[in-house]
């Protein structure tokens, strides 16, 4: 459990990560080899300490501790500097947000992702995913990453503004998303923020890319307050929700905080998911073949209505799998308001507190064969000995991804469209390994489509 820490405490400091070299630290082992680092500083303890250059940080390997970090004492770990870098780009948006701020926009939020309206975006995903593998030119490589990442970009955008304008918006949306998470990632590793004070090419086409995309967000909102009748798309769901306690709705700007926190969070996590699952399809042809038989069986090889995915009990586990393999936010940060001790160690306040989902779902003592692709590990006969807490591939607590159900949605009708349209071919090269940035990407990941035989 973790307390205040009073004068009386035996907390003591956590071990230190071992081969920290002069200087950098343990840094150059975070940028060159980071998933494996992560790994091996398992077998140091529950806690250790990182050094960053001339900061420590704290990494939690214990998934009960991560437990209290996110939950129990959520409270007295707040988000870490990723979050307070992502203001410039998505203002007080709720991936921003902290303290009261954060839950009355959750309490705005939240309701636009229920499953009932979940259920309004699954024709806009299963309209887009249909055209999208339609179009794959027969048996040529396609790089999945981009091309996954332009399709749930266009799902979310749609989901956000089911009007022409959304339409239009989708290539602004294109065209600045990259850009602004780049921005975010190299703010989040200048901790003095004076890089993005400088007069740079890169920081000038921030500044562009951001006035074209509120542009955009703005012309869109003003034209739904002239409307008479209330859509139900997200932006729609948004407008119309009221702070149970006050009353209040959200302001133009809060509205627009929103739509960005929700691009942001939603269209490149998602992306991911489908591109591993692709991979680990292409590497295990029988769990494919599996899921053509699901599909054929309860669409008859059509695209999925949404309300056919709830027989879709396989690709749903392969959903699931494919993030506790690959989780999209695998690496993640809170920051400590008083010394506090966690486990019997002693965090001092100020700390950076780290902890990697890729890590914990990766651990043999929590996933029996944790580097097994084993969709069948969630059959509820089998799932029933994995410890709860264990996989976290949404988060827990106050900030739990609220687009979960919206995630699981896409990525499975996705799937569910390719395995009955298409088969899945890898392309031979260089073998494909998990790269750790802000995300988990995969390194280089070409695969060809075929039209299945009728
Ligand atoms: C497979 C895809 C996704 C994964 C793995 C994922 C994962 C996560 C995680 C781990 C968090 C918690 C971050 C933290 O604790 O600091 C989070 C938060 C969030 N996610 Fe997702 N997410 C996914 C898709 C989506 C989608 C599709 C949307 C929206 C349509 C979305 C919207 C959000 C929002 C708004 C938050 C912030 C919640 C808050 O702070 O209260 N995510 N997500």
Partial sequence: MSTTVNPSSTAVRPPRAPAALPLVGHGLQLVRRRLEFLQEVRAHGPVVRVRLGPTTAYLVNDHTLLHQLLVTDAARFPRGIHFQKAKSVAGNGIITASGAAHRRQRRLVLPAFNRKKVHVYGEVMREFAAARVAAWPEGEPIELKPEFVSLATTIATKSLFATELGTAAVATVERALPVLTRGVSLRA???????????????????????????????????????????????SMFMIARDEETGEGMTDE?????????????AET??????????????????????????????????PRYEQLSELDLTRRIVKETLRLYPPTY???????????????????????????????RDPALFRDPDRFDPDRWLPERSADVTPAAYVAFGEGAHRCVGEAFAYAEAMTTLATIAGQRTLHPVPGRPVRPVGTVTLSPSDLKMAFRRRPR
């Fill in 331 to 361: 690496f993640l940060s809170r920051s400590a308001v008083g010394d506090i001790e966690l486990g019997g160690y002693l965090i001092p306040d100020g700390s950076t507190v780290l902890y990697s989902f890729y890590s914990q779902h």
């Fill in 254 to 266: 809060q509205l627009r905080d929103e739509v960005i926190s929700i691009l942001l969070s939603s």
């Fill in 189 to 235: 590793m200048d901790p003095t923020g004076l890089l993005e004070k400088l007069p740079t090419s890169a920081n000038r086409r921030f500044a562009a890319t951001m006035r074209e995309l509120h542009t955009v967000i703005d012309q869109i909102i003003a034209s739904y307050r002239g409307r008479e009748q209330s859509g139900d798309d997200l932006l």
């Fill in 270 to 303: 998602t992306a991911l998911t489908m591109s591993w699952a692709c991979h680990e399809l292409g590497r295990n042809p029988e769990v494919f073949r599996r899921l053509q038989a699901e599909v054929d069986t309860v669409t008859g090889g059509e695209p």
